[in-house]
């Protein structure tokens, strides 16, 4: 199995910045890629973004241009680094692995489970 704890949230205003960080610890062997997700009050959690093994990225259409992913470490530690922030990102952001880059590219999230999460407040 593995575990992930995200960390880095906060509270900021529009067009700030804040780095997500998020660590992978157990079984990160069987991980291929790792995407990060959001979930706004009252609303669906939504992919955000995705990172292979290899070094690929994929960006939610919402967020390109402003947020980048990275990997170090292997597959264990991920980051979000997000710019120009606004109020409609406020959400609760999540790390999660797949087991493909494909399954994450069809955003398949039944492998591994959710973190706790980080709380992203934008304030206007």
């Not at 804040?18 to 669906?44: E, H, N």
């Not at 402003?66 to 406020?90: A, C, H, W």
């Amino acid at each position: 199995q593995v575990q992930l704890v995200e960390s880095g949230g906060g509270l900021v205003q529009a067009g700030g910045s804040l780095t997500l960080s998020c660590v992978a610890s157990g079984s990160t062997f069987s991980i291929d890629a790792m995407g990060w997700y959001r979930q706004a009050p009252g609303k669906q959690r939504e992919y955000v973004a995705g990172i292979s093994s290899g070094g690929y990225t994929n960006y939610a259409a919402s967020v390109k241009g402003r947020f980048t992913i990275s990997m170090v470490n292997g597959k264990n530690t991920v980051y979000l680094q997000m710019n120009s922030l606004q109020p409609e990102d406020t959400a609760v952001y999540y790390c999660k692995p797949s087991r493909t880059w494909g399954a994450l590219l069809r955003r398949e999230t039944d492998f591994g489970s959710w973190g706790q999460g980080t709380q992203v407040t934008v304030s206007s």
